[in-house]
Structures are given as structure tokens and as C-alpha cells.
């Protein structure tokens, strides 16, 4: 598991925060950012604050060691790199006890430094923009916020597109059971999606397009096509039965039951491209990977 549970002998009189830095070998952000969350706590238990100085005992620190499977990048520079995702993949635990993602790839490459510019579902393949360093995750960050980015994707959806459409439907939180879907909603924020189709299979009434997002809303390329009566062939969540998508979260679907009712064993979604300017040069790239490639456990 990346997250390991360390206990510690204190040295008696000294601050928290100066421990984990002199002891611990924790770099200062990374200590306070561990205080601040909660993940140190004495041996009774009880969570530590920045400030506190230590008496006796020992202390618990929530450590995160990274692991890798052999997962490298798809191109890098002294400020940042980029992964090309599998299918099936997260790229951050949601949990303590989540197991391999790709951040283990990230702190296994470039350390506590390294981080997360943006994200894309587990199930959604392709290209993911990692900083290396403090200052360029601040300028990126930025640039996404700004939307200084250009993203395209690939997806493979059901029915014939014949035509470019703008899809700029307001998109906010489901209302019903499923409380992880996104639904279009005039009380939504608002979204743009760009879908050009590229080609379209006759025999299995399929449509390859490329999905372009104008804004990064959760689940959007999936929701607006949806929207559309297009669902993404594979997808578990959306345009299916609440029981389904119930039990599929749950993990009581099979993966021979999930491709008989979705299409296909993964969400036919792929990051392909990705184009921006960073420190006034441009960058553009392609993802090497096609839908047939997953995560393999």
C-alpha cells in the first residue's frame, strides 16, 4: 500500500513540525501539509498540531511510499513531464488503503515535488501533465485555471454523428441515486464540448469522433454526449439502468457481464493530445496508446 504507518521515538522538548523535518527526513512542506491533514498523531491516538511540542512516548506518522511498475514518462524537462495513462488506472489514491496509481509513478520519479497538473477518470486513458518543482506547479495550475490548454480526445460512442456539434449544455451534480454522476442542468455551471466525428463503423452503428472541452467539468465529455443520446461505448455510469451502475460501483459486475451491457470491457475515452505554452516555447503532443490498452494489476 503506498500510505505506511511509522511510529517514532520523540525527543523530548522539541516542536512537531522541526521533528519531522530533523527526524523524520520530511521536507518542510511536506510536514506541515501532514500536520495540517491530520496524518500524525501521538500514541494515544490524538492528532498533532503545528506548534505542539512533545512530551514522551512515540509519535504516527501517515507516510506515503511509492512504488512503481515500471510506468515512465512519455517526455519530460527540468520543470515538467507527461505520463501516457492506461485504461483502468487512478491517478491519486481516494483512499489510504487504495493501492497502486499513478502518483506511486510520480513520487517514484521526481519525488515530494512532484504533482498532479490535472486529472482524467481512471477508466480514461492518455496523456497526463505532471510538474517537477513548486514553481512549475504554480504556473501550470494557473494555465489550466485560465484554460491556456488545448485538450483533445478520442472516443468511440453509439449511433451515427454525421456532423460538428457544440455541446454547451450546463452541466451540475446528479439528483439521483448515483451520487458520483453528472447530469445536465440549467442550475449546472457552465460547459462546452466541440465533437467532430472522424469515422463511423455501419455494422456496429458506432461513431469514432474527437471530443474537444472548452471547460473541465467532471464526467463532461461523457455527460454531453450522453446528452445527446451518443453514450461512450464502455461507460459504466452513464445512459444505464441506477441497479447497474449500482452494483458495477460496488464491484458486483462481472467484466463479462459489464462488455455485454456497455459495449466493451473499458470506457472507449482517450486523452490524445495535449498543446500548450510554457516558458515561451510551445508544446505539443500525441499519445502513443490506442482503447486496446489497459492497466494491468
Known sequence: MPYILKKFDVIKGEKVENFLVDVVKLSIPLAYKLLQKGRVIDDKKRRLQKGQVLKSGHIEVSIFEAITKGLTP??????????DKQSGLMVHPVARS??????????????????LVHRIDAETSGLILVSKNGYSQ????????????????????????????????????????IKLKMQTSEDGKESSTLIRPISYDKDKNQTLVEAIPYTG?????????ESISHRIVG??????????????????????????????????LHAYYLEFTFLNRTYKFCSKQD??????S
Not at 74 to 83: G, I, R, S, V
Not at 98 to 115: A, K, M, P
Open 74 to 83: 512519455l517526455f519530460q524537462t527540468e520543470h515538467f513531464a507527461l505520463f
Open 98 to 115: 487504495s493501492q497502486y496509481t499513478l502518483l506511486d509513478e510520480i513520487r517514484y520519479h521526481f519525488g515530494d515535488e512532484g504533482s
Open 138 to 177: 504554480y504556473v501550470l495550475n494557473e494555465m489550466f485555471e485560465k484554460k491556456e490548454f488545448v485538450k483533445k480526445y478520442k472516443a468511440l460512442v453509439e449511433g451515427k454523428i454525421e456532423k460538428e456539434v457544440l455541446i454547451d449544455t450546463k452541466i451540475g451534480h446528479s439528483n439521483g441515486l
Open 217 to 225: 467539468r467532471q464526467h463532461q465529455i461523457r455527460v454531453h454526449l
Open 235 to 268: 461507460d459504466p455510469i452513464y445512459g444505464l439502468e441506477e441497479s447497474f451502475v449500482n452494483d458495477f460501483l460496488r464491484n458486483k459486475i462481472g467484466e463479462a457481464e459489464r462488455e455485454k451491457v456497455t459495449g466493451a470491457s473499458r470506457l472507449m
Open 291 to 296: 482503447f486496446g490498452d489497459t492497466a494491468q
